[in-house]
């Protein structure tokens, strides 16, 4: 018996050669459903491949989604899901509930997948992640020499949408598995892989340069410059008293003290992810002279 292939939310695209489901009659559809609400309409172990277009980040709770499909699917089958990136403006449009990124599936399939096993009711191995950048955005950051695993971990607007590919086990045993991270311009187009640098493991040298530069006087520097020295010494009658001496020695100690607080400010604030995203994207918004 052959066994099935389905497209969830398929709308009016539905994927060649597989039986389409959505609340909304039409033509293409073949099941009428409120996936949140029924069951999917089939046996246990009767699908092999499940795929998904733009329909996960509508839903309220895509997890009992997710057991349908543990459910129906048999050992090995494929799953092949696509919605708009996180950091991509369309995935906040109107209608979206959810906000995908790597992190959700990473989540559930590698880094906490003897927690979520139960939850989905089967071992979900996340084979893939595949960006899909414009070709225009990957011209400009060539341009400006600004590596893609950099791109995609710091900045927003690089990902328009992105797929991941996984397999379904019932009854694994096998070890955990990494995905490989690949990029194309469209769906159907070539994949390249994502380099990730050799050293992308956190040096501890280079924290600790890191932690002595973010809290030094050399930041504080540039970020609240001092005037610069006046080339000549004043003639004596314009020469300060002790008085205003004094007063000025203690104008300049209350700044430091201020800028002393403004520096441990800074140095906490750019601990933060926003902090780094937000320098990130005012970089590259400089790069491609947008600023």
């Known amino acids: 018996m052959n066994k099935l292939r389905i497209d969830l939310g398929c709308g009016s695209r539905k994927k060649n050669k597989t ?13 009428v459903l409120d996936l949140q609400k029924e069951p999917l309409p089939f046996p246990d172990k009767s699908v092999e491949y499940v795929h998904s277009s733009h329909f996960l980040e509508h839903l309220d709770y895509p997890v009992k989604v997710f057991q349908e499909i543990s459910r129906v699917c048999i050992e090995n089958a494929q799953l092949e899901f696509w919605t708009p990136y996180t950091w991509s403006n369309s995935a906040f449009i109107y209608g979206h509930k959810q906000f995908f990124n790597e992190d959700h599936y990473l989540h559930m399939c590698v880094w906490n997948s003897s927690f979520w096993e139960p939850a989905l009711k089967a071992r979900w191995l996340l084979k893939e992640i595949n960006y899909i950048i414009d070709s225009d955005v990957l011209i400009e950051l060539h341009k400006n020499k600004i590596p893609l695993d950099f791109a995609l971990k710091y900045y927003k607007g690089i990902v328009r949408e992105f797929g991941v590919f996984i397999e379904v086990h019932h009854n694994y045993t096998g070890e955990e598995l990494q995905p490989i991270k690949t990029f194309a311009v469209e769906r159907s187009a070539k994949r390249y892989p994502v380099k990730i640098p050799s050293d992308a493991n956190v040096n501890s040298s280079d924290l600790n340069n890191a932690f002595k530069w973010f809290s030094s006087w050399e930041v504080g520097q540039q970020l609240f410059p001092l005037p610069p020295t006046p080339p000549e010494e004043l003639p004596s009658e314009l020469q300060p008293n002790q008085a205003e001496v004094e007063g000025l020695q203690s104008q300049l100690q209350y700044t430091q003290a201020q800028l002393q607080q403004a520096q441990a400010v800074i140095a906490a604030m ?22």
């Open 19 to 31: 039986i389409g489901i959505d609340i909304h009659a039409q033509p293409c559809v073949d099941y």
């Open 270 to 291: 750019q601990k933060t992810k926003f902090w780094k995203l937000r320098e990130a994207w005012l970089k590259f918004k400089k790069v491609i002279g947008k600023s």
